[in-house]
């Protein structure tokens, strides 16, 4: 089986601008979540989509969006972008958080803020 | 918020020697999940242990889980110079938002 696939792994955008990243899940993985990882806040929960619905929100800015597909592939959207965005984005697919499953994740897409 | 704290921050050891990352967390949870990083990517699974087991084994790897301290530690054996990784403890929470809150992390060094 493949594993999560993120795209793009590299960004570079300024202040102001908006971006989207993309990810496909594994094989049959309904539910995908995003993660924010910075040095000074560590790994942080943004959101998590299952059968095209979000399930639950993190503490983040309305900046911060995201969608899914029929197909369970998911995107998520900042808007507005600030210095502080600058972060490597994790996305991460499982069967059902819901349950005693693990999450598998992808490499990420490093967006870095100028 | 991250929900708790690993300890130590870092550990450095050598190839042979055994390596334990102590993770503490705040609230009750149904399950503790521990993940491994290498630098510059994603985080890799390493295993998982339901709040009502005490121990879990695999390969090298010797978790705990002590719900009334709200405590686990991760015990790698014989330590390799792959080993050398970043390490996160993650609990998932029975109510209120259902996903993982992650650690502040471990950054083992296995010297050859």
């Known amino acids: 089986k493949a594993g999560v696939t993120q795209t793009p792994r590299y960004l570079i955008k300024t202040r102001g601008q908006q971006v989207t990243l993309s990810c496909s899940p594994i094989s049959g993985h309904r539910s995908v979540s995003w993660y924010q990882q910075t040095p000074g806040q560590g790994l942080q929960f943004l959101f998590e989509y299952f059968s095209e619905t979000q399930r639950n929100k993190g503490n983040f800015p309305g900046r911060f969006s995201g969608r899914q597909f029929s197909n369970s592939r998911s995107e998520m959207n900042v808007s507005t972008l600030e210095l502080g965005d600058s972060a490597l984005y994790l996305c991460?697919?499982?069967?059902?958080?819901?349950?005693?499953?693990?999450?598998?994740f992808g490499d990420g897409t490093r967006l870095s803020i100028l | 918020s991250q929900q708790g704290e690993e300890d130590p921050q870092a550990l450095s050891i050598q190839e042979g020697e055994n390596a334990t990352m102590n993770c503490s967390y705040k609230t009750s949870i149904n399950n503790l999940q521990w993940y491994r990083q290498n630098s510059g990517r994603g985080l890799v699974h390493l295993i998982l242990?339901?709040?009502?087991?005490r121990e879990k084994h695999s390969g090298r790897l010797r978790v705990t889980l002590d719900t009334s301290k709200k405590s686990s530690s991760l015990l790698i054996t014989a330590s390799r110079a792959a080993d050398t990784a970043s390490y996160f403890c993650?609990?998932?929470?029975?109510?209120?938002?259902?996903?993982?809150?992650f650690g502040s992390g471990t950054r083992l060094q296995v010297q050859p």
């Open positions: 991460a697919s499982s069967l059902d958080p819901n349950s005693n499953q693990p999450q598998h």
């Open positions: 242990i339901r709040s009502n087991e």
């Open positions: 993650a609990t998932f929470m029975d109510t209120g938002r259902r996903a993982l809150t």
